[in-house]
């Protein structure tokens, strides 16, 4: 029998923003696989027209590895009937009003049908452009969040956000919701909305000023570290952790965004799915599925390719990952518990910290022994050797890059004042790889040495409720049955190697 959690499912039309990305494509997967009596679902992607967002959807989605295991079991003929009859290709962009639906029969369409909205989409750069941070993460959630309450059958909206909205909180970090405005040091309060008005202006004042789009680019940047004061006479710069306590633009336009729907709206009720680190399936549909490197992955694949020469960690602080089909589960769980419950807001936090917490030392100890046990070749075909430096604190990680490739680069720029057709490119091109690699490091460092366990227990409470039932046994997303060691060693370091090196 199916879990209740998927019955409900039946005869139900959604709407999924952000329907091309990672978790998005997993959990529509899992629609598919589990409940192909889903009535429609209406997928939003950027696009510029319906036959674009068609396109893309086939690219980018239905082609992946990820459909095999449906592919399989109903045949190509069968499953491309399915998505033509049950999948509606939405071109949009929700930083834009009705979610930048321009085609006004479609619009309507999705206002008389829709019955739950997931609201996926999202920018994901830590360091990318403050106003398109703002314009996707923070008023994109009011867009469509303004979008779900024009439906009128809508009884649900399904909001993926981060549990990193904590900023760098330690300790037990509980499953609260924002209220507007509230900052995570209580000196300042937020105001989304000069918020915005600081970008607007910040860029008309660059495009005044014939800047570049590169230029442009590079001041909206730079909006992410300094918070320029919205009267721009005032030269004076504050870092946000200073002003508000978060440490990127993604952890602050995510947060931004939960402020908005949990103060707007209204009767509908709203789930706040917060996610810690998104790995690779753990089973479902298969395991060791996974799409582009994710933060802990970069580490590991540079380590195993012998790129990586040192690395900067607290050992002993917990690296909060969870395989996506874990994810996926848990949001099908409960938005099946919170459909119709009007005017709940609710956040469920999923990670693993508290209830199966697992340390960099080993994770770092396991693909070590991977890359040994089963090591990468070079391009002469011979093993890769990897060797690593680990330094657990800022001050030694500084020391480390100055020794070791600072100094040399003062060398290499005097080389290139004195000798400038033989060395100027090359100071140029390792300067700008050292100053990367600084710039990396200051972003991720706040995640290198976070203190803080994430509290699940609102998500425990409704696994005890759903595990009660016989049907819902094998629907997992319960952390305690991951085996750390036999995940990563046989299905996580080998899915990445496979689908994202293509090795």
């Not at 319906?50 to 095999?68: P, Q």
């Not at 006004?104 to 997931?118: P, T, Y």
């Not at 309060?189 to 000069?194: F, L, P, Q, T």
């Not at 049907?471 to 036999?486: A, L, Q, R, S, V």
Request: hydrophobic share 40%.
């Amino acid at each position: 029998m199916e879990p209740k959690c998927v019955q409900f499912l039946e005869n139900k039309t959604m709407l999924i923003t952000g329907a091309s990305g990672f978790l998005a494509k997993v959990f529509l997967e899992r629609i598919l696989r589990l409940q192909p009596n889903v009535k429609r679902l209406y997928l939003l992607v950027r696009a510029s027209d319906k036959k674009s967002a068609e396109k893309r959807l086939h690219s980018e989605v239905f082609e992946k590895d990820l459909f095999r295991v449906l592919r399989k079991n109903v045949g190509n003929e069968t499953l491309n009937a399915l998505i033509s009859e049950k999948v509606v290709p939405v071109p949009g962009d929700v930083s834009l009003n009705n979610m930048g639906v321009s085609d006004s029969n479609l619009l309507q369409a999705m206002m008389q049908e829709v019955d739950i909205v997931l609201h996926s989409a999202a920018t994901t750069r830590f360091d990318d452009r403050y106003d398109v941070a703002l314009g996707i993460n923070t008023f994109g959630a009011l867009n469509v969040l303004n979008f779900a309450k024009k439906c009128v059958k809508s009884e649900l909206l399904l909001h993926v956000s981060t549990a990193y909205v904590c900023g760098e909180r330690s300790g037990l970090i509980l499953e609260n919701s924002f209220a507007m405005g509230e900052t995570l040091n209580g000196k300042a309060k937020v105001d989304i909305n000069a918020e915005m008005q600081l970008v607007e202006q910040k860029l008309k004042q660059l495009r005044e000023q014939r800047c570049s789009e590169e230029e442009i680019n590079e001041a909206m940047r730079d909006l992410r570290i300094e918070k320029v004061c919205v009267q721009f006479q005032i030269q004076k710069l504050e870092t946000w952790a200073k002003l508000y306590g978060w440490p990127n633009t993604y952890a602050f336009s995510k947060a931004m965004g939960e402020m908005l729907i949990g103060q707007y709206r209204e009767s509908m009720p709203i789930v706040i799915i917060r996610p810690t680190i998104i790995t690779s399936t753990i089973s479902d549909p298969f395991p060791g599925w996974i799409e582009g490197l994710k933060t802990v992955d970069s580490v590991i694949t540079s380590y195993g390719k012998g790129m990586l020469k040192c690395f900067l960690v607290d050992r002993n602080a917990i690296c909060d990952i969870i395989p996506v089909d874990i994810v996926a589960n848990a949001m099908i769980a409960t938005a099946a518990e919170h459909f119709r419950d009007s005017g709940s807001h609710t956040v469920y936090h999923v990670g693993s910290s508290y209830r199966n917490p697992i340390m960099y030392k080993q994770i770092y100890e396991i693909f070590t022994r991977y890359f040994k046990e089963s090591p990468l070749l070079g391009r002469n075909g011979v093993p890769i050797v990897p060797t690593v430096t680990v330094l657990s604190t800022m001050a030694r990680f500084r020391l480390y890059m100055s020794l070791r490739f600072k100094s040399p680069l003062q060398l290499l720029r005097l080389l290139s004042i004195i000798f400038p057709s033989h060395f100027g490119d090359k100071y140029v091109h390792h300067n700008r790889k050292f100053k990367r690699a600084m710039k990396l490091v200051k972003l991720y460092e706040p995640y290198l040495f976070f203190k803080g366990i994430f509290d699940d227990r609102n998500l425990e409470t409704l696994r005890f409720k759903n595990e009660a039932k016989e049907t819902d046994k094998m629907f997992g997303y319960n952390p305690k049955c991951i085996d750390w060691e036999d995940y990563l060693m046989s299905t996580h370091i080998p899915g990445v190697i496979k689908h994202v090196l293509k090795m």
